[in-house]
């Protein structure tokens, strides 16, 4: 991720990937290979499939995810995340060398390049039509993609990569074309909308029932998206929003042709074993149980590669927190709970006021793990053991062991009765400027328990794309585009379906509902930025939210007092990495490589 930095213009990977959508992800290199390979079917097929693999950079390992969350009103960084890349990032004093930022930058171009040459030789090779236009479109949609990682980050960034704009490059380009930035920026959004046009078009219509190959409703989603961050943006077109409220409609309206629906639990959709239900639209796949295809190169490398550690990354110190009589009650690192590596860390901005109604709105429990039980690893003799010390201070495999109250007043409750399990509220929830407890609401929403070992990373799909954005987009479209009317409808549905819960009657979730649903006056862009966190929260999404809007000082200002002291202006964009601007070789000989860099960070 920081080790080496790959100039981003590279001809290709070397590493293609082979077979269908499961086994896509079996690594097979090629060590020798010229272009002449994507002149064939199975060329083809091979190159698609390591585009779609490559996107294992972008969702999961530690610099994605820190990238996507970290220094927002969401999260903010936990105890073992005040140092290196963490704190850089959640701090706002973030240099252009940030390991972080390297992620999309050192990956997403060849992965650029590589469809680029899939759209440049596919014409010409000989397979049926309907074969080709999907690879075609899948090439197209993934493109979108990756730029879109980069322009959200970094703001405009090249089209030409050395032979011209959006043609595949087989020959080292030294140069940096993103000069006139709003020029390219404008450009930059037009690609990704041309793309996404077409793959909307000429995708399977429905994804495949157990299987994240691109569909449709999966352009649709991205393309009301693109419409939406460009109505924001300084090359705006008046046209954006109305395009961006279309769009989502066409998927909402036509759910049935898309192979897609809400589900109506919100606690399924995030459930693992569900993981291919119909309200995911894309998820970036990986194998359950295979650390060799999941990239961890070898035993104890944690960090490295495409591992996904987003089960990792956002768990409290739950280990040795609730002790009794000298008994740990959750022993070592249990399965279900993941490593406690602690470096994001909700602001009180989101338990305390985000998620203020944990009655009627099922969402906090649903995305966050606030009471751990006794638990342990030990098998055998050594399980028997644990079980008489625990039986010894009255306490059993199960039981609670650790509870975050939901308010001060229940905890203090709660302690008066005597409960001998650890019970804290939330004034005594850990954040940067209260250290006393290493504890805070855990978000759940990425958890895996099918893992060899306890540090293991995870396996699961990466959610990426969701039905429920789709009408958070629709809405908000709809109130840029003057009819605010029609985003209330769109925002009840979802909250509507947040009151569910399992055990209720009818009555009673009637009443959640009552008290669930909004009218017009209540429909604004902060509200709707709240949704955004109630639907959302933790899924990569934060920071690029806040950016594109340009709320993202406002909010930090407000709501996350460890990012607020620094934040600029400026840092609506990412610094370009400084080995990207000290590899570049201007072709006008000009020796001034800072005209290059985002303002702010020369």
């Known amino acids: 991720m920081k080790t080496r930095y790959f100039t981003p213009f590279i001809i290709l990977s070397l590493l293609l990937v082979l077979g269908g959508c499961k086994k896509a992800l079996e690594e097979h290199p090629y060590t020798t290979f010229t272009t002449d390979y994507f002149k064939t079917a199975e060329g083809l097929q091979a190159a698609i499939n390591s585009v779609y693999a490559g996107m294992r950079y972008d969702y999961g390992p530690i610099g994605a995810v820190l990238l996507a969350n970290m220094g927002t009103d969401e999260f903010t960084f936990g105890d073992q995340g005040n140092s290196g890349q963490t704190l850089e990032l959640g701090t706002y ?5 940030n390991g972080s930022i390297l992620t999309p930058w050192n990956r997403n171009y060849s992965n650029i390049n590589l469809c680029n040459a899939i759209l440049k030789f596919a014409p010409d090779v000989s397979m049926g039509d309907p074969a080709r236009n999907v690879i075609m479109a899948e090439a197209r949609y993934l493109r979108a993609h990756y730029y879109l990682l980069l322009v959200e980050q970094f703001g405009a960034v090249p089209l030409d990569l050395g032979s011209g704009d959006l043609v595949f490059t087989d020959v080292a380009y030294y140069g940096f074309n993103r000069l006139p930035f709003n020029d390219i920026l404008k450009k930059d959004y037009q690609a990704m909308i041309d793309d996404l046009s077409f793959a909307s078009q000429n995708l399977p219509v429905a994804r495949p029932t157990n299987a994240f190959r691109l569909s449709q409703a999966a352009a649709l989603h991205l393309l009301a998206k693109v419409y939406l961050y460009r109505g924001y943006s300084d090359v705006k077109e008046s046209t954006d929003f109305n395009n961006a409220y279309k769009t989502a409609m066409e998927l909402i309206t036509n759910k049935v042709k898309y192979g897609t629906d809400l589900l109506p639990d919100y606690s399924l959709v995030h459930k693992q074993g569900n993981d291919y239900n119909k309200e995911i639209l894309y998820s970036v796949e990986r194998l359950p149980l295979n650390n060799t295809n999941n990239e961890t190169p070898s035993p104890g490398t944690d960090f490295a590669n495409k591992v996904n550690l987003a089960n990792n990354l956002f768990n409290a110190n739950y280990q040795n927190a609730a002790t009794v009589g000298g008994v740990s009650l959750i022993d070592d690192r249990p399965l279900q709970y993941g490593r406690p590596l602690r470096q994001l860390a909700p602001t009180p901005f989101v338990y305390n006021t985000v998620f203020a109604d944990k009655v009627n ?33 009255g306490f059993a495999l199960g039981d609670t062991a650790i509870y975050l109250a939901p308010t001060d007043a229940r905890a203090s409750q709660l302690k008066a009765a005597g409960k001998k399990y650890k019970v804290i509220g939330p004034s005594e929830y850990y954040t940067n400027q209260n250290k006393t407890n290493q504890l805070y609401p855990n978000l759940k929403k990425y958890d895996d328990s099918v893992r060899n070992n306890f540090q293991d990373v995870s396996g699961r799909p990466f959610i990426v794309a969701k039905l429920s954005e789709v009408y958070l987009m629709a809405a908000e ?14 925002m009840n549905v979802l909250r509507e379906r947040a009151a569910y819960r399992a ?22 862009l902060d509200f709707i930025l709240d949704e955004r966190i109630r639907e959302l929260c933790g899924e990569s999404l934060r920071w690029p939210d806040l950016a594109v809007r340009k709320k993202l000082q406002e909010r930090v200002r407000l709501h996350n007092p460890d990012g607020a002291p620094n934040i600029k202006d400026f840092h609506l964009l990412r610094p370009i990495p400084q080995d990207q601007i000290n590899s570049v070789v201007d072709p006008a000989g000009d020796p001034n490589r800072n005209k290059y860099q985002n303002p702010g960070y020369y």
């Open 361 to 393: 709105d099922s969402r906090f429990d649903c995305t966050f793990r606030v009471l751990w039980r006794v638990a342990t690893l030990r098998t055998g003799a050594e399980l028997e053991t644990f079980k008489t010390k625990l039986a010894g201070v």
């Open 503 to 524: 055990g209720l009657t009818a009555g009673q979730l009637a009443a959640r509902k009552a008290v669930m649903t909004i009218n017009l006056a209540q429909i604004n």
């Open 93 to 97: 004093q973030i240099p252009p060398t």
């Open 477 to 490: 479209a709809a109130l840029q585009d003057g009819h605010p009317a029609d985003a209330v409808p769109l």
